[in-house]
């Protein structure tokens, strides 16, 4: 069912501390349904393991899922981003050959045109990501609105410097709605940490569940569900796993730890990894070892420098997830071989989503586009089954 035209009011405690809003007043509590749009761009570029910001690898497509949000009244295009917890925006603030490196179509917000927008003294916000690229800027509070959900005086970040990594030279969103957890918000009072709670985290006393669903495509048919589960999206057993977001080194992320792959129902010989589920990169990354064991299966791959390459009429094994963590459900996800593949060629030499690198591993955009999820920062849990 698509809802649509429904406000919640809150009233966001700005403070040197996170807290989330106390509503004065509660209406009903509704669910809201935001089609996610998939968004690439139109050149071929080296997969990055952390792509939010960065020019993102298309044919037939990378990048990740953006939604349409209400700034002041003002539209602009934000990529969703369960690796960050800010949500910013680029501005009118920025010099010109910054703005025009910005390619959504649309306007870039401007402060000074929003009857609603107020600066907050002291605030700030500067955000760096891995692969170079950042952004920073003066605070200010406005009417946030996604979907008809909508926050009146919620802080956010107004880009004034935009920065892009080696290689890179524009983007086509104007940024992210940050989906992690409000400890990992970069917001600061006279440059000490001053965390505020994220777009989700403040709408939670106003939504039936303090969830949100996923439901990625390589189309335009993605769907971004706040507050409920909509069951005809999947198939078969949820697994439901703990997210170790207070753990050291994983502070303020969606987190699985003690993860390890494996092929047709036997673990890989290969250690456990802590996996991050951030749907701002487009790689699935995972260790030399399991990368080699899993091209083992493909006939005539072959290994450039951590870059496989397989030819084209050979078709791609399935990938196991296990997770050694399991609150219910299946310990095993099940990746399809038709997501790993980039690209739809069928002759030639082709590669995959994989990325192979040391430390943290990724799920990447192969398990994004192959299973439902439902992200529960509450508990905090994750839960998922493959998509029906």
């Known amino acids: 069912m698509y809802i649509s035209s429904i406000t919640f009011i809150t009233s966001t405690l700005i403070s040197t501390a996170f807290a989330l809003p106390k509503p004065s007043s509660v209406t009903q509590k509704r669910s809201i349904r935001i089609p996610a749009q998939h968004w690439h761009e139109d050149s071929t570029t080296t997969l990055k393991s952390r792509d939010i910001g960065s020019v993102q690898a298309s044919n037939p497509g990378g990048g990740g899922w953006t939604i349409p949000v209400l700034i002041g009244g003002q539209q602009v295009i934000l990529n969703l981003d369960t690796g ?5 925006t680029a501005s009118t603030l920025m010099p010109p050959d910054n703005q025009s490196t910005v390619t959504t179509g649309n306007p870039l917000y401007n402060p000074n045109s929003s009857t609603t927008f107020q600066y907050l003294d002291g605030y700030s916000f500067d955000i760096g990501y891995a692969d170079g690229s950042g952004s920073s800027g003066p605070v200010g509070t406005d009417t946030v609105d996604i979907g008809g959900a909508t926050v009146p005086s919620m802080p956010f970040g107004v880009c004034n410097d935009l920065r892009y990594g080696s290689g890179e030279t524009g983007r086509n969103t104007d940024g992210p709605v940050g989906l992690g957890f409000g400890s990992e918000n970069s917001i600061q009072l006279n440059g000490q940490p001053a965390p505020q709670c994220t777009f989700v985290e403040c709408l939670e006393p106003y939504i039936p569940e303090p969830i949100f669903t996923t439901y990625f495509t390589l189309n335009d048919s993605g769907i971004f569900d706040l507050g409920w589960v909509d069951t005809s999206l999947y198939t078969g057993d949820l697994t439901e796993i703990p997210i170790f977001n207070t753990s050291s080194g994983n502070e303020g ?38 990368a ?66 040391t430390g943290r591993g990724n799920a990447g955009l192969p398990f994004y586009i192959s299973h439902f999820m439902i992200w529960n920062q509450s508990v905090p849990t994750l839960a998922f089954a493959p998509q029906a």
């Open 292 to 357: 080699g064991a899993y091209f083992a299966q493909v006939n005539g791959a072959t290994n450039n420098s951590n870059t496989w390459s397989y030819p084209c009429e050979e078709t791609l094994p399935d990938l196991d997830v296990i997770f050694g963590n399991v609150n219910s459900g299946p310990e095993c996800a099940t990746i399809p071989g038709s997501a790993i593949q980039y690209g739809n060629a069928t002759s030639g030499t082709c590669t995959t989503w994989i990325g192979v690198g």
């Open 84 to 88: 960050s917890s800010d949500l910013w």
């Open 253 to 290: 992320q969606w987190v699985a730890e003690n993860v390890t792959f494996g092929f047709n129902g036997s673990a890989f010989d290969a250690p456990q990894i802590v996996m991050d589920f951030d749907i701002g990169t487009a790689s699935l990354q995972v260790p030399d070892a399991v």
